[in-house]
Nanobody
């Protein structure tokens, strides 16, 4: 099993910044075969939304709503993926979840989520 633990959420004013972290632990094999790490977010009453992805090779992709403001990165030595969020807006308020997908779906995993609240 792969366990993902997020941190870094909190309350920030509009225009501010936060950096989320997600660290993987557990099965060494499960971590080794991770292909894609992703950040999702979900507001109560809404569907979970894909925010950003990063592949094992470092390729990134972003939702249109966060392009130019958010940056996803990873530190393979620390088994950690980051989401740097700048120029935050009230509509960025949500619970942010980390997700991993690998060559074997039995090791795919979700974190418990971290709350991000942006005040206007």
């Amino acid at each position: 099993q792969v366990h993902l633990v997020e941190s870094g959420g909190g309350l920030v004013q509009a225009g501010g910044s936060l950096r989320l972290s997600c660290t993987a632990s557990g099965s060494i094999w499960g971590i080794r075969i991770i292909n894609v790490m992703a950040w999702y977010r979900q507001d109560p009453g809404k569907q979970r939304e894909l925010v950003a992805t990063i592949t094992s090779g470092g390729s990134t992709n972003y939702a249109d709503s966060v392009k130019g403001r958010f940056t996803i990165s990873r530190d393979n030595a620390k088994n950690t993926v980051y989401l740097q969020m700048n120029s935050l807006k009230p509509e960025d308020t949500a619970v942010y979840y980390c997700n991993s997908k690998g060559a074997d779906s039995r090791y795919d995993s979700w974190g418990q989520g971290t709350q991000v609240t942006v005040s206007s």
